[in-house]
């Protein structure tokens, strides 16, 4: 019998995004900060919240729009953008 889509061995959008947020977090927390995934929308939309130093820090914007969604885009095609969640 063949497998349906939700019975596919390949990984989910959500799945392919954590990965590539791990990829991203030392970085982050060396930052003294952190970033938690908390969900991907049907249209790709990424939603992370940001924890430590990153919370109310100047930079964060430019860290999720130039570093992370950049980041998600080159190896996620399906992403359609990345926003900031409390």
Do not use: Y
Not at 42 to 50: A, H, T
């Amino acid at each position: 019998m063949a497998k349906t889509a939700a019975q596919s061995d390949s990984p989910t959008l959500r799945d392919r995004v954590a990965r590539v947020i791990e990829l991203i977090r030392p970085a982050v927390q060396a930052d003294g900060g952190d970033l938690e995934l908390v969900g991907v929308t049907q249209s790709g939309l990424v939603r992370i919240r940001f924890h430590g130093a990153c919370v109310g820090c100047p930079s964060a914007s430019m860290t999720l729009q130039m570093g992370i969604e950049r980041n998600l885009k080159a190896h996620v095609p399906e992403v359609s953008g990345v926003e900031a969640v409390e």
